[in-house]
């Protein structure tokens, strides 16, 4: 880069920098990150603005910096390449050389982080109770937890099936139990797999949970709630019945997944190429290999109250929360508490709720992807293959995309849709109710991609069925 070339790159920073700036993920991130131990790369401003990169160095230090980290890190035997392209082999191998044989090799090993394995927030800030203030109108409760790295763990991945199960949405789920107790509308459990959760030194796990303002005036027995049902899973040992639904569920959504665009995909692979063997470049990241219930039963052994960290992030607190600390970068203002020692004992001896259980068999999992044999003359457009005084059915065969899927629309008509304003107010109540009521029953179906919409028009209401032949009549 050229020293002049540097003011174009600062205000591009800055501009990504304020873009993120009132977001509150990435507010709460760079919190988290602040708790982390001082002398780990963890705990630094990793998006730069021009406060760090202009106001706090000279335009000569910043050029020497930039090209001082560029020779010790862009070395050859440390990159990796992925190009696609509709050529033939001999022609993208000539690019490749073309284009990147120049790049030096400096023979330098990349920095040990190995002294911050399993260390990294390991630290009294890390697990307390912390009150975040939000910019936008939201109540959530986060629950986190620092694990040893998974990313060798790619073949087993225990997090995502412990991550599937608490964020279970059906019968007997914890979201189920919540639901019954008006204290939360959602929830969303795991691992991210970005850089900042999912990397050598350590992994995070998280539970996160739309709370509802009852739940926000709960908060204890919401964590309660979340430990009875990880105390279950502990209790119950991993089931390899479970495994194995998940497993065929990541290798149909795999198999059959909508093509990327190739500067997405060649990104990816090009990442993958640092952290798996050659034969999985292209799975390692989405399937899911072996079931290894001592690994499962490892990442649970972790989850435990004592080594949580909490955050309420709302503005809806009945109490007034006074926000006496800020974060450095981003300015969120936020206080935080130790977590009183009785709740931890009540979580620690949580028990299952009566109306908690794993998810039964799942009857919607796709075995066969047979693709109906072609017809000629098929019609380019639907025709009526039966007609009633109460009803038409429309059908047309897909022969053009070849997949083992199918679409059905169902228009339920009704005079009375336009028959006022409250009509057409009563049937939104009615579609509203239908979709929360529906949620439970078919979520079984949406995990194993079959998916469903329901929408009001002028005329009525209209269902959206979709997905693979086998199991599709089952979901109606």
């Known amino acids: 880069m050229k020293e002049t070339a540097m003011t174009r790159e600062r205000e591009a920073i800055e501009s990504e920098f304020q873009i993120a700036l009132p977001k509150d993920s990435y507010r709460k991130e760079q919190l988290l990150c602040s708790l982390a131990k001082p002398d780990c790369p963890v705990n630094s401003f990793s998006w730069g603005n021009l406060i760090t990169l202009r106001d706090n160095v ?34 993208l191998q000539g690019f490749v050389l073309d284009c990147f044989s120049g790049v030096s090799n400096n023979n330098q090993p ?14 009294p800030q890390f697990s307390k109770l912390y009150y975040i203030k939000p910019q936008r109108d939201i ?13 060798n763990k790619y073949k087993t991945k225990p997090h995502q099936y412990i991550s599937w199960l608490i964020g279970d949405e059906g019968k007997g789920s914890l979201l189920s139990h919540l639901k019954k107790k008006v204290w939360a509308l959602a929830t ?17 796990f998280s539970v996160s949970l739309v709370l509802t303002a009852e739940g926000l005036a709960h908060i204890s027995d919401v964590i309660t709630a979340v430990f009875s049902y990880i105390n279950m899973l502990k209790a ?7 495994f194995k639904e998940l497993q065929i569920i990541e290798d149909v959504s795999f198999r059959f997944a909508v093509e990327e665009s190739p ?16 034969e999985d470049y292209i799975t390692g990241s989405d399937l899911i290999f072996e079931y290894n219930p001592e690994d499962i039963i490892s990442v649970l052994n972790h989850l435990v109250p004592d080594k949580m960290n909490i955050a309420v992030t709302s503005n809806a607190h009945k109490e007034e929360i006074i926000y006496d600390k800020k974060e450095q970068w981003f300015g969120t203002l936020y206080t935080d508490k130790d977590i009183p020692l009785d709740w931890i004992e009540r979580w620690k001896n949580a028990q299952p709720e009566p109306d908690m259980s794993l998810p039964p068999p799942n009857p919607f999992l796709t075995t066969d992807f047979t693709i109906l044999p072609e017809e000629e003359n098929n019609p380019e457009y639907p025709e009526k293959v039966l007609e009633t005084p109460l009803m038409e059915v429309w059908y047309k065969k897909d022969q053009k995309f070849k997949l083992p899927t199918a679409h059905y629309y169902l228009y339920l008509i009704s005079p009375l849709a336009v028959e006022s304003a409250l009509s057409q107010c009563k049937i939104e109540i009615m579609m509203n109710v239908l979709i929360i009521q529906m949620a439970e029953s078919i979520y079984q179906a949406q995990v194993a991609e079959l998916l469903y919409s329901v929408n009001t028009t002028d005329r009525g209401l209209v269902f959206k069925i979709s997905g693979y032949n086998q199991k599709l009549s089952v979901s109606l």
Not at 66 to 74: A, G, T
Not at 236 to 242: A, D, I, K, T, Y
Request: with cysteine; hydrophobic share 35%.
């Open 58 to 91: 000279t335009d000569e230090k910043l050029y020497a910096d930039v090209h001082e980290f560029r020779k010790r890190h862009y070395s050859a035997h440390r990159m990796t390449v992925a190009i696609q392209a509709r050529l033939s082999m001999e022609e």
């Open 110 to 123: 990349p920095d040990d982080f190995k002294k911050h394995e399993n260390d990294v927030f390991n630290t």
């Open 139 to 151: 109540c959530q409760l986060d629950l986190t937890w620092c694990l040893p790295s998974l990313l």
């Open 188 to 204: 969303y459990t795991g691992n991210g797999e970005t850089g900042i959760e999912h990397n050598t030194m350590y992994s995070l």
């Open 236 to 242: 119950v040992g991993p089931q390899e019945r479970l």
């Open 263 to 278: 500067v997405d995909y060649v990104e990816e692979i090009a990442e993958a190429m640092h952290f798996f063997p050659p």
